[in-house]
């Protein structure tokens, strides 16, 4: 009897939708580990990984954003800019001798302005998702310009110190802050979407928004709220960069919205909308950084990195689409004969 | 006299679980216009897309111009002159009249398109049948009748013999259905066949030869138009026996619940009143595109209101979205269940629970599973769906099994008036009853229920109080004692007078 309970509870994680996508890509992110360790002994190194892990936890946290709005059937290119408008932001306001705590609260309050403009360019006013946060993608890269009129800032100095450690450099438990913060973000980001109210709302948007509306969902607050969400993700992203290096660069988050894509993508996100848990962004993204960082330690260079990532992105897309072409057949064939089967409901 | 140009023999068509067509004949002559009627679901939509190739008969017999055809295609169909004319037009509004034309079929010169050719050989066309537009004109600049009348002329470019016309004149004004008619006349002058689809009745005085008439996939009466009254037009359409038994309940209509006044929203509704007792199934019977589903959606908040008041218990309710209809208590069974009902990626759980999940919510929003679970089991249970566990996917159940996950999303809810938009279509015997005795159940707890169909059995058969809907106003009420299938029809085809008497 508790064997068969044990096999169930197995059964019912299967049974988590997008589980099996999650375990097919956990395949593939182990074998490129083991290549890679072949490749190079010194991969499996504890420093190499306390890098790796910080080299995908940026990529990770835009990840969960742009998967949350990939999730609701919408896109977010704005990531990258709302990153450089963050970097930027923080690292002005701390030249100019803010306290680096206020600066930060004043970059969240500009970050979330720009999600709020997406969520209501695509909500309210109905745009195009791909043009609405095209739009804000270049003028959140214009106010990173224009924050320090043209230049990248010069180093955020000593006063900030405790900012840096908080989002970089510091360490509790001997494991990283970078990766507690984005270990705390996935955490929360993932109960929200699988154990809350508006993970439901954001699930049922993407599935059909028309059945959502019909069913007394409020569209354009949820949107709205997921676009936030997603700037969020990215306001924290840039204040990262800003404590790695010190300083605020114009185009921090260059292309990340693509990244972040690809993450999500890669982790089984449907860009139709309605599929997709988090778990699998963090395989995406982990699959992104493992092949950035492996690659580099094998000494290839970034064009061939860039050309890998690129032909994994659509593998694993492909693979995606060519399973779900055969499933109709899979289905006909699965037709359970009609009974009532409240027991297996119940149990 | 004249030649046959269209001889169907015996055709007959079966879907699942449905005999579409059961060994229909007809024939169409050169020079006539033969009127094709029949209540919804009669079969004139299937036999017209046979004939334009897009369904494939089961067997029969159809003969063109004397000649035998087997298989028919779309594309053989309009080889061979058949064209037909839509309800929605099937144009390409960006491009112009010319163009839409020869579509596919651009006059070109080494490969470069000769618009002015093309703009010579419209007009050509346009002005043979004194249509007075400019092939150079943007196609979605102009007014539905020109539209229309601009497929009329690709149709004939193509050198369509065989015309079919579906409710050509929904949407058109007095003056313009005036030159539709004159157009026609002009095809059967030069020898065209034209089969007439309309349930505007008294139009067919003016252009109508012969009378086809259909029901429940049969053929039942071809006649000249001229020997058979409109009272015997209505009487041949209706006469659907009623086989399935109804489980009808008796009770007693309680209060007031719900009260609509003058409600307009678009040309589909327009003054509607109309009052909803506690206990009672109120049907809204009509003919397709009678405004009944828009009704439904504009008291839910689905589609906005030009003008008019809801009242909920004497109270005036502010309804502006479908939330507010939910908190008030008013709920919608939705028409079309894969478009508006279902989330058909999501599980039934999440679908389900998805408008309940202010009650099951605590108050920071972390949804109570173990709540959710009770409930998803009670309305599966109550509703008897047949599923494998509450996680499968909502696309995988049968149609009737998703309809009951979309009824019951509501059913742990309180609500007031519940209503439902065609909650039987395309589904099995069986389902259909369950769903008639979910509504007597509700009807019992004294809910206001709002019971929209195009099946007149089971409108007559389960409702308490029929209103008739006719191109968007309310045209008839009826008791269910005095209702007939006859008197429904009466009222559902009673239009507008547009053609002034000549």
Known sequence: MSKKEKRNILKRMLEIRGMGQVITISVGLIVLCIVFAFLNPMFFSSRNIGNLLRQIAPILIIGIGQSYVLITGNIDLSIGSVVGMSCMISATLMTKGINPWVAVAITFVCCIAIGIVNGQLVASCKLPPFIATLGTMTIARGIAQIVNNNYNTDTIGNAAKGFRDFFYYGRFLNVYNTIWITLILWLIFNFILSRMRTGRYIYAIGSNSEAARLSGVNITYVTTKVYVYSAICSCVVGLIICATSGMGTMDAGNGYELYAVAASVIGGVSTLGGQGILLGTVIGASIWGVLQNGLQFAGAPVAIRNIVIGIIVIISVLLDVIVRRDKPKIKKDNRWPIQNNNNDVKA | ?502
């Not at chain 2, 169409?28 to 897009?54: P, Q, R, W």
Request: with cysteine; net charge neutral; aromatic share 4%.
């Open chain 2, 1 to 502: 006299m004249s030649e046959c140009i269209v001889e169907a023999k015996n055709i007959n068509k079966s879907f699942p679980g449905v005999k579409a067509l059961d060994d229909v004949s007809f024939n169409l002559k050169s020079g006539e216009v033969l009127a094709l009627l029949g209540e919804n679901g009669a079969g004139k939509s299937t036999l017209m897309k046979i004939l334009s190739g897009i369904y494939s008969r089961d067997s029969g017999e159809i003969y063109f111009f004397g000649k035998s055809v087997s298989e028919l295609s779309p594309k053989k169909a309009q080889a061979i002159g058949i064209s037909m004319i839509h309800q929605e037009l099937n144009l390409c509004p960006h491009l112009t009249v010319a163009e839409n034309i020869f579509l596919n079929r651009e006059i070109t010169h080494l490969g470069i398109v000769s618009h002015n050719e093309m703009n010579i050989k419209a007009k050509e066309i346009l002005n043979k049948l004194n249509i007075d537009i400019s092939p150079e004109t943007i196609v979605g600049d102009l007014t539905v009748s020109k539209q229309q009348m601009v497929e009329i002329a690709k149709a004939l470019s193509l050198n369509a013999k065989i015309l079919i016309m579906d409710e050509p004149t929904s949407a058109l004004t007095s003056k313009e259905i005036d030159d539709l008619f004159r157009i026609i006349n002009k095809l059967k002058s030069e020898g065209c066949g034209i089969i007439y689809i309309s349930h505007r009745l008294d139009e067919l005085q003016f252009v109508a030869d012969r009378v086809t008439i259909m029901r429940d996939g049969k053929h039942i009466i071809t006649t000249n138009f001229k020997d058979i009254t409109m009272a015997d037009i209505i009487t041949y359409m209706v006469g659907r026996e009623i086989k399935e038994k109804f489980p009808r309940i008796p009770s007693k209509r309680g209060k007031k619940i719900l009260e609509v006044v003058n409600l307009n929203a678009g040309r589909l509704i327009r003054n509607i009143n109309f009052e909803l007792y506690e206990g009672e199934i109120l049907g809204i019977a009509g003919l397709m595109g009678s405004g009944r589903t828009e009704l439904t959606r504009t008291i839910f908040g689905a589609n906005t209101k030009e003008s008019g008041d809801i009242f909920l218990n004497g109270k005036l309710i502010n309804i502006n979205k479908p939330f507010d209809a939910i908190k008030e208590g008013i709920v919608l069974v939705p028409e079309d269940r894969k478009k508006d009902g279902l989330c058909t990626k999501l599980s039934v759980r999440d679908n389900i629970s998805l408008p309940n999940l202010d009650i099951l919510c605590n108050s920071i929003g972390i949804v109570d599973r173990k709540k959710e679970k009770n409930i998803v089991n009670n309305a599966v249970k109550d509703l008897m769906i047949k599923l494998p566990n509450i996680d499968v996917e909502a696309n995988k159940l049968s149609g009737g099994n998703q309809q009951k996950v979309v009824v019951s999303k509501w059913m742990a809810r309180n609500f007031k008036v519940v209503m439902f938009d065609e909650p039987t279509r395309g589904i099995d015997v069986a389902a259909k009853v369950e769903i008639y005795n979910l509504m007597n159940e509700l009807k019992r707890q004294g809910i206001g229920v709002l019971f929209v169909s195009s099946e007149m059995p089971e409108i007559l058969g389960i409702s308490d109080r029929i209103l008739v809907m006719c191109d968007g106003r309310m045209t008839g009420e009826l008791d269910i004692k005095d209702a007939t299938q006859k008197k429904i029809l009466e009222y559902a085809t009673k239009f507008d007078n547009k053609i002034a008497v000549s």
